[in-house]
């Protein structure tokens, strides 16, 4: 199976997908990925270096390519739990102003997942939980992220779970019954 996590930042992804993954021995991933691509689009996050928001949407597309190889090779052996993916761009790039037909025509060749977790936090909470800030990391901005992604989760049925007033124990408990529900089920 190939469960991705999405959510804005600092609403605990990495520890629950990193928890996930180590619960039902999954390979565990992430995007920005670590290929090349990946590293220039950190480079850019961090503020050092300035492009287009298009131009974003297009590296973040290319890394994807890059990185789905790898996925695809692991899913062979194993589930594959990864830290965002697809979602990501077209919440994030479409509330930034880029179209997001365009945005999805440019992931034409990203996986369908079996299972989208969408983590979801009071804004507030995110931000004092986020320490590194990156040129996303901003209250108006992941407010419209946020709501981008509870319409993303209507259309694709994604399993959402609010993290604000619960302890990482607990989340974990909630994901894994998820999980457990739907790999019944297949
Ligand atoms: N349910 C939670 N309650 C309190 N702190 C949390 C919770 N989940 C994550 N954190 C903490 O918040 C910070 C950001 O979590 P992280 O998993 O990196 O989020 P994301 O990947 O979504 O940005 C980390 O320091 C983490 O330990
Ligand atoms: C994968 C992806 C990430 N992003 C953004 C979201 C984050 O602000 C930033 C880096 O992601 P990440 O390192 O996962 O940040 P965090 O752990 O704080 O959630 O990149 C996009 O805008 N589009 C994308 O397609």
Redesign the pocket.
Known sequence: MFIVFE?????G??TQSKLLAEKIKAFWT???SNSDVGKF??EI?SGNIKVDDKT??LL?AA??VEHTKLIKEKLKEKDVVC????Y??I???SV?GVDEDFINSINKYALKPDIVFLLIVDIEVALKR?KTK????KKDFLMKVQDKYLELAEKYNFIVIDTTNKSIKDVHKEILEQYNKVYKQS
């Open positions: 959510g804005i930042d600092g609403s992804k990495t992430y995007e920005p689009i950190r996050l974003l949407a973040f890394d994807r830290d965002r993916y697809l990501s761009s919440a994030y790039q930034a986020v990156d040129i996303f990391e």
